[in-house]
């Protein structure tokens, strides 16, 4: 791997433990201002002590993020769409490499939809980003999206979505959690980590598919929703730190996450 390649990789990954935490708040590309995201500057801050690398859009980043900060960013290139519109898998590439590279980014991220109405042109569309990405030694990361059909989530159909976008060539790949999810892992060459889907019902279900994703082999998570809409952001990440960086079982996080909130 080239040098640029590399370093940024261990950027994002944390060269300890080959994992990474990070802190996805790109949502407002179709989704617009979402609960707990209206003012992404408030949301991020005091998260930030918490997580490896930051997945946002470029408008976020140049308006809502502290240039000072350290961070490796993920930057969201993909969109061209919206939650009110026609369909969720008509995305393009919405950010020029030249961009990203000047606005010193660690990696590109973009969404597939495979089996969707619009596959070919978010495969291809990632297939492009990557020719051109490799040209700066910038990763891809692909997420495997769903849009709205959520139960598309299984293992069969992750596993088909990973492995053609490592075998595009994305060098870190963005799932969903499911049952036997060890399949996708196995199944799939490069860094797997995970999104955190909507809203889930407690903490406890949180701590577990984090724990469950890194037993099974994931890299990290690449969450959302689950940590900055909870009512204890804070000890939300810290608690998903610790499970992924310090080896704490769901019982362990749980307890540090009570304790945080006391
Ligand atoms: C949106 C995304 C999000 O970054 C992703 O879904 C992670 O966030 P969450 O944990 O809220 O699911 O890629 O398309």
């Known amino acids: 791997m080239d040098w640029g390649m590399s370093n940024r990789m261990n950027r994002i990954f944390n060269p300890k433990d080959g994992r990474t935490v990070m802190l996805a708040i790109d949502h407002g590309y179709f989704l617009g201002p979402l609960s707990c995201l209206e003012d992404p500057r408030k949301t991020i801050e005091p998260l930030v002590p918490y997580i490896d690398s930051l997945m946002p859009t470029r408008g976020v980043l140049r308006n809502c993020v502290d240039p000072k900060l350290n961070l490796p960013i993920v930057l969201r290139v993909s969109g061209g769409n919206s939650i009110v519109g026609k369909d969720l898998s008509n995305e393009g590439i919405t950010v020029s490499l030249e961009d990203a590279v000047r606005l010193n980014v660690s990696a590109v991220a973009l969404s597939i ?45 992750l596993a088909l979505s990973c492995r053609i976008a490592a075998e595009l060539g994305a060098q870190i790949v963005k799932t969903y959690y499911c049952d036997d999810f060890e399949k996708v892992v196995k199944s799939c060459p490069v860094p797997v980590v995970i999104a955190g889907g909507p809203k889930a019902n407690s903490e406890l279900d949180v701590f577990e598919m984090a724990y469950n994703a890194l037993a099974c082999g994931a890299k990290g998570v690449d969450m959302g929703r689950n940590i900055w809409q909870s009512k204890s952001s804070v000890a939300m ?19 540090l996450f009570n304790g945080f909130k006391k």
């Open 237 to 255: 990440i810290s608690s998903i730190q610790a499970i992924v960086h310090q080896g704490y079982t769901v019982k362990k996080a749980l307890a």
């Open 113 to 157: 939809y495979v089996g969707s109405e619009h596959e070919h042109q978010t495969l291809t569309n990632l297939a492009k980003l990557i020719n051109e990405a490799q040209n700066y030694g910038i990763p891809v990361l692909a997420v495997t999206a769903v849009g709205k059909e959520l139960d598309k989530r299984d293992a069969r159909y």
